[in-house]
């Protein structure tokens, strides 16, 4: 069994990075830009969108964060939005999700100017990824390619279980893992919560990727000998023995899914950390489409 460990290998990325926007310098030219916009003080949100913001001036990056009240109108939200859009020094915009239940994330979403849209939630980005053109790839499961492809894992013909189809994680990594590139090519299958025999789907897979957002929820009569297997999952399970009061869980039961598995990420250190080195990537390069 081998680790896919997201610490290293985002550490990697982000040094790739920083070299480049060091050259940008020597150059004279602009350095990246990532506006993002915090509304309300949700606090798996704030933890978020600071490693966003820290991880720009670690790698060199100009970063603002904008935050907003939790009782902001939609109108006033979607005209932050427009202001960044029309400035010239802003490469890529993110707004933290969830949203406050009076805003509504699809007209979020659809104002973003597409050439800015680093998280990849426009529709003209899906579009792009759904037809495998460049585009913005959403950084979730952009970040689960680039580990794959940095351990050299052969996806080629596999079969895939991806459990969740949210439009952040689940659905797009099934369109990634279905796409015909490497890592790619595999037999997808999209599990969700109407799925029925779930297990049997999931014994059968070579690759699974849980992405439901219930803490252990796969365990090991689950998981066939030798998989693959990917915890997209982060829950906040309260742990009096921790001093923040909280641990973080992952979908996937470590201690005995690990022992049966080829490869697998933990939680934390996994799949997290590639999502904000995936999401530099695509600030990089909405800003040298500029450059
Ligand atoms: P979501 O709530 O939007 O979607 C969950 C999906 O799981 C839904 O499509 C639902 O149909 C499916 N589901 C729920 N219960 C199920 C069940 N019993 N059986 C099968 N399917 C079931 O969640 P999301 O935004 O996609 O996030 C999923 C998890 O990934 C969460 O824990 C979230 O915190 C985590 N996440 C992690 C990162 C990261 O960087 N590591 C990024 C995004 C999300």
Known sequence: MQIL??????????DELKIKVAQLVMEGKKVPHLAAILVGTNGASETYVGSKVRTCEEIGFKSTLIRLEETISEYKLLTAIEELNTDPDVDGILVQLPLPKHISDE??????DPTKDVDGFHPVSVGKMVQSLPT????TPHGIMLMLEHYKVETKGKHAVVIGRS???GRPMSILLSANSNPGNCTVTLCHSQTKNLKEICRGADIIVAALGRPEFVTADMVKEGAIVIDVGITRVDDPSKKRGYSLKGDVKFDEVSVRSSFITPVPGGV???????????????????N
């Open 107 to 112: 007209r979020v979403i659809n104002t973003i």
């Open 5 to 14: 460990d997201g610490n290293l290998v985002s550490q990697a990325t982000k």
């Open 136 to 139: 913005f790839v959403p950084a």
């Open 272 to 290: 997290g950390p590639m999502t904000i080195a995936a999401l530099m990537m695509n600030t990089y390069k909405a800003c040298m489409a500029k």
């Open 167 to 169: 439009n952040i994680v």
